[in-house]
């Protein structure tokens, strides 16, 4: 009798897609909100299409250079946690043995079985810093290159959301008929994204698209209603 073979469908969104989701809705949030707000205290589009850009840009390299930084510190803390758990086996290997039972009953095993788990992973060094490193102090070893991959990343996304905004101003000439419009597109924009995102995040994708919507809007509304008090 033939069986069909058993197909897990978990998704774990990678370390990409949490970078594109950062950088994406941050870039369509703020450009969208500052055009709105400036567009509320001038009339020029050129202006607006000059701030915008310059926002653009040096969002894209601050929150580019933040995800490198985040990496880069995920890495080295890393190194040091495993070196000094790589010491604490060397040195003190009956206590981190001692740890080692209590991490595997917390997982359900008897005393018996944890022993029999305990005397394979003392057989291996290496094998059993890793395991510590990632069931008692919940650490992954970080991708090679994951700094820089990050930057740009984030970065990218930010610029490509940061013009959505903008691209009606860039087209048309006067406020009044690109403010509007630059609201449409974007609003669309993160129903999009939203929609996406909760694709990839297993989450309600019609919420998260409303979610998405609904803070950029309030920060758009924000900046304006501030510009004209102001």
């Known amino acids: 009798m033939s069986q069909t073979r058993h197909i897990e469908k978990h998704f774990t969104a990678s370390e990409m897609v949490r970078d594109l989701i950062i950088g994406m809705s941050d870039g369509l949030t703020v450009p ?3 055009a709105a707000g400036i567009s509320g205290a001038v009339s ?3 202006i607006i299409v000059t701030a915008g850009l310059a926002e653009v840009a040096a969002g894209a390299i601050a929150m580019g250079l933040g995800g490198y930084l985040a990496a880069r510190s995920d890495a080295e803390h890393y190194a040091v946690e495993r070196q000094r758990e790589r010491s604490e086996v060397e040195e003190r290997p009956a206590q981190e043995a001692e740890e080692l039972m209590d991490v595997l009953k917390s997982y ?3 005393g018996n079985e944890s022993h029999f788990f305990v005397e394979a992973l003392q057989r291996n060094s290496d094998a059993w810093v890793d395991f510590m490193m990632r069931m008692e102090l919940g650490l992954n070893l970080p991708k090679p290159q994951r700094a820089l991959a990050s930057a740009f ?3 990218g996304s930010y610029i490509v959301g940061g013009l959505v905004p903008l691209v009606p101003y860039i087209i048309f000439h006067t406020v009044n008929v690109a403010l509007p419009l630059s609201a449409v597109v974007t609003l669309t924009a993160l129903g999009v994204f939203g929609f996406v ?3 990839f995040t297993s989450t309600p994708r019609l ?8 803070v950029g809007g309030l920060a758009a509304i924000a900046a304006f209603v501030l510009a004209r008090m102001l």
Not at 207 to 214: D, I, T, V
Request: aromatic residues 4%.
């Open 32 to 34: 969208f909100a500052l």
């Open 44 to 46: 020029a589009t050129g």
């Open 108 to 110: 359900g095993l008897t």
């Open 153 to 155: 990343t984030i970065g």
């Open 197 to 199: 995102k909760g694709q």
């Open 207 to 214: 919420r998260s698209a409303l979610q998405s919507m609904l």
